[in-house]
């Protein structure tokens, strides 16, 4: 495909009524846990997270009840953060960046998300995960040299991941790109709210049932990466 050439999907493809302004895009932003694998598919998120709420209890901090509760890793990291002491945030951030590389050797790949990658003109991964975990398991999977461009979780500042938009913004700079000439596909409300505050239109991924309901404000919804797949 020619550098300058706008990614194009066959007009069979139902993405092509609910959006048709698709086929024109000529980068592809994916966020990572979702649309291209389940991350802690058997290395589980909730044993994660209990892991790096012990790890705040020996530090001292106090735990509310809605973080004793909490089965994502990525909510205890960002709650470390409130601690207001550094070193507490940097351990709980080594942990998890620790785990993710554990759990990325088990991840599942989302069906069909190789072909997309392999179709698009120029991709990029957007994630809260971090570059390291992301890299690792494209590269376990042969997509390592399909991908332009990966930005991760920033180092134990947990305030700059989605759905703040600095994420998406990296991407931008890193592919030289306009906000009008990308799409990111997303599969949660920060996914698609930090596409927003970049100006990028979204495509959520509802994948589960009620998601269709969580997602309504991206410009599209799918439910199966398939939809966006060439052949």
Known sequence: MPPDAAWTLPRTHKIHQTCPWFRHKRYLLLDFDGPVCRVFANHPASTVA??????????????????????????????????????????IEDALRAAELVAVGGAEPTPYAGEVIGAAHRVAIVSNNSAEAVRAYLTAHGLAGSVHAVIGRPYAEPARMKPNPWPVLAALREL???????VLVGDSTTDIDAAHAARVPAIGYANKPGKRARLARADALIDSMAELATY
């Not at 030289?176 to 990308?182: F, K, L």
């Open 176 to 182: 030289g790109a306009q906000p009008e000439e990308c």
């Open 50 to 91: 209990a892991e790096l709420r012990q790890l705040l209890a020996d530090e001292g901090v106090s735990l509310p009840e809605a973080i004793i509760a909490e089965s994502d890793p990525l909510e205890i990291l960002r709650y470390s953060a409130t601690a207001g002491r550094p070193g507490v945030t940097r351990r």
